[in-house]
């Protein structure tokens, strides 16, 4: 994975990040908190980046979209239909019985991608799968702020305000029930402490503060987000299978996709090779970093 790890910073180094490419000897020299006996190489940047909180950021967005003319239905959708030729959507009905005709239709549904293409009679390779979010405090805290640190094991933590945050999936990570949020407390204590208090000794002494579980939208085709119109039924465009980096990436792919609704096409970025075409075509481009 060290070769995956300079591979990604050399094409994020030309693209201008600030990503460094770091020997175990330099982390430890700018983190001496850690346990670095089994690491090669890391990758880390302090140029421009940070943590930012989805609920607020998504809030701001819509009411930026709503100034805009944007409207707001809160309903659900439960079936489409199309045209006899079945090359287009051209209504949703919603659970109220309300029909909305439509031109387009954005698939950004998240873990419940699958269910919304089903109504289109399209097939996406996208089901939900769980993760697990654990906030906590440590008897004695860190000396300096904790980067985002994705363990070898899967388990990633970082500096959460005055408390810490990890993550991670199951050992066992088989799709689940859509309203599956159930929590397996024995994740906590039989893997991730264990990683924390191995990866960083001060975490030996710690107190869960609060957890819970949520769902990945994850592609089972290749890690990596699925946008753009579908193949044959034209008016129904993707923005789904992201796999744990849609908050990452949605102000890219929201930019693409409303250029692509806009324009007809791309123009700030080309997001072509996320297309459909590729899942039909049986042609992997696979993301790497999957935690």
Partial sequence: FAATLKEGQEIQAKLGAGTKHMTAEEIKADYPFYNLDDILVGNH????????????????????????????????????????????????????????TCGTVVNCSGPRAALTAAMAGVDIPVEPRKRYTFIFDAETPLDRDLPLTIDPSGVHMRSEGTYYLAGCPPDDDPAVDFDDFVQDHS?????????????????????LI????????????????????????????????????????????????????????????DLSAFGYERIEKGEKFPEKAII
Avoid: C
């Fill in 45 to 100: 940047n302090l140029i421009d980046e940070g943590y930012f909180d989805g609920n607020t950021l998504f809030d701001w967005w819509k009411r930026s979209a709503r100034e805009r003319g944007v409207e707001y239905l809160t309903n659900e959708v439960v079936a489409m239909t199309k045209s006899s030729d079945g090359s287009k959507v051209e209504s949703v009905t919603l659970a109220s019985g309300e029909v909305v």
């Fill in 210 to 269: 609060n957890s819970w579980a949520g769902h990945y939208a994850y592609n089972t085709f290749d890690q990596n987000a699925i946008v753009g119109p579908h193949t044959k039924v034209t008016n129904f465009i993707f923005v789904n299978g992201f796999s744990g980096h849609g908050f990452q990436q949605s102000p890219a792919m929201g930019r693409g996709v409303s250029e692509l609704l806009t324009y007809g096409e791309y123009r700030t970025l």
């Fill in 187 to 207: 994740i906590w204590e039989e893997k991730v402490w264990p990683v924390l208090a191995t990866r960083i000794p001060a975490f030996e002494r710690i107190k």
